[in-house]
Nanobody, 121 residues
Framework: QVQLVESGGGLVQPGGSLRLSCAGS????????MGWHRQPPGKQRELVAS???????NYADSVKGRFTISRDNAKNTVYLQMNSLKPEDTAVYYC???????????????WGQGTQVTVSS
């Protein structure tokens, strides 16, 4: 089975930085999109950033200029570099991938377990 495993979350002070990683494992033929969503306390899950296989990038307005998404195709890994963190960035961050397990097979959505990011002094 395909698994997405996040790492890099934790507690950081306002203005600090964190780098999240998400590694895909298992049977993966091709990845159409990898990205990050987050769910702040008491709020709905929202898209943070996504990166398509074409190189197309999408960021939420609230993180533009502060967050950078990147990938390592050989490792099936996506990263989220988060700088100038604010208390409102506090959320559970979820890795997401839309991928095919086999050539010509369906493109399906997979989610990581989530990692907590807390920005507080």
């Amino acid at each position: 089975q395909v698994q997405l495993v996040e790492s890099g979350g934790g507690l950081v002070q306002p203005g600090g930085s964190l780098r999240l990683s998400c590694a895909g494992s298992g049977s993966i033929s091709s990845i159409a999109v990898m990205g990050w969503h987050r769910q702040p306390p008491g709020k709905q899950r929202e898209l943070v950033a996504s990166l398509a296989s074409s190189g197309s990038v999408n960021y939420a307005d609230s993180v533009k200029g502060r967050f950078t998404i990147s990938r390592d195709n050989a490792k099936n890994t996506v990263y989220l570099q988060m700088n100038s963190l604010k208390p409102e960035d506090t959320a559970v961050y979820y890795c997401h991938a839309n991928l095919r397990r086999t050539v010509g097979g369906p493109a399906l959505n997979y989610w990581g377990q989530g990692t907590q990011v807390t920005v507080s002094s």
